[in-house]
């Protein structure tokens, strides 16, 4: 049966095309089959949700475990296929029966599990070559998987801790600029945007390599980066458009993190989230001038705030996308 061997030796390719493309390749995001499944299965899971924070945070985990077990199904699968091309292929060294396909689906997977316990065999050295990719193959998904999994749940933990940076700072971008100000200017700012701006950086590369980081929610808003970027970007408009000018932290910072959030949500929009179609409501100047701060006329801040529509609408856009509403933002 010759269809069944070259079918299989087409799904085992297409398996290890997308174990390579999902973990190796940095660049290329997810391979085209688990990009398939997990939007898929994040449809339904978000639909059934309605928005339940508790059941959405079960996504990612769910996700992550049903990408595995596809690369296993499609390897035993296509491997199962390709020892049943021939009548054949293996043999019954103890008790020498005629071979069905339980049994060599039951070969496959010690095959391909690696763990030779000798009751079937190879019948030529075909397939004994046969068996050996297979059983590489096979060291080929654990090793791999196994790296993956640790990979995907330490950028997990990136992606909440630097939400949590941000929000123990401040629980509001207004409180983020109140406490920023040393009586002068915002210089207290420096230190803080090097250090964001490279746990940003760094995290929005995780993000590209590993996209299944979108479906990983929780119920604690203090960790959700869906509600820390806002919060902190308008911390840095207010402080850039609303403060008089010469008050401003050192401007190659603020411009190294303002282009890493732009980098981030470019990122995000390229696998996850789509623009909304208003941007979020502006911050509000006046509890920050009564307390003391050099703030602008609104109609200036207003006017300056109108070039950032279109990245406002992907705050908002990646706020909506997380299930969460912009009553949120104020913690």
Not at 22 to 49: H, N, Q, Y
Not at 125 to 146: E, K
Not at 321 to 330: F, G, P, S
Request: glycine share 6%; with cysteine; charged share 15%.
């Amino acid at each position: 049966m010759p269809i069944l061997f070259f079918l299989g030796i087409v799904i085992v390719v297409l398996a290890i095309i997308d174990i390579i493309w999902t973990i190796l390749w940095v660049e290329g995001g997810a391979g085209f089959i688990t990009k398939a499944l997990s939007s898929s299965l994040w449809r339904v899971m978000s639909t059934f949700a309605h928005g339940n924070r508790k059941a959405l945070r079960l996504a990612g985990p769910t996700m992550l475990t049903l990408t595995l077990l596809n690369w296993i199904f499609l390897l035993w699968l296509g491997w199962a296929l390709v020892f049943s091309g021939s009548t054949n292929a293996i043999t019954d060294t103890v008790n020498q029966t005629p071979i069905v396909w339980q049994n060599i689906v039951y070969y496959t997977g010690y095959t391909i599990f690696t763990l030779g316990l000798g009751d079937y065999s190879p019948a030529s050295p075909f397939w004994q070559i046969m068996t050996a990719i297979a059983s590489g193959t096979g060291m080929l998904f654990f090793t791999l998987g196994a790296s993956y999994i640790i990979s995907v749940v330490g950028a997990v933990l990136n992606k909440r801790s630097f939400s949590s940076s941000v929000i123990e700072i401040g629980t509001s971008s207004e409180e983020i600029v109140k406490d920023a100000w040393n009586g002068n200017d915002f210089s207290n700012m420096n230190l803080l945007l090097m250090d964001m701006s490279d746990q940003l950086s760094v995290l929005s590369m995780k993000q590209k390599a590993y996209p299944l980081l979108n479906y990983f929610h929780t119920t604690n808003k203090k960790e959700a980066i869906a509600i820390a970027l806002p919060i902190i970007d308008d911390a840095l408009s207010i402080i850039v458009y609303g403060m008089e000018a010469g008050t401003q932290p050192n401007p190659i910072l603020i411009k190294k993190f303002r282009n890493c959030i732009s980098n981030h949500l470019e990122t995000l929009e390229a696998t996850y989230i789509k623009s909304a179609d208003e941007p979020l409501a502006l911050p509000k100047l006046d509890q920050l001038k009564k307390d003391g701060l050099p703030v602008v006329k609104t109609d200036v801040f207003e006017s300056q705030m109108a070039g950032l529509t279109e990245r406002r609408k992907k705050l908002f856009g990646l706020l909506k996308e997380d299930n969460w509403q912009e009553k949120d933002l104020d913690l």
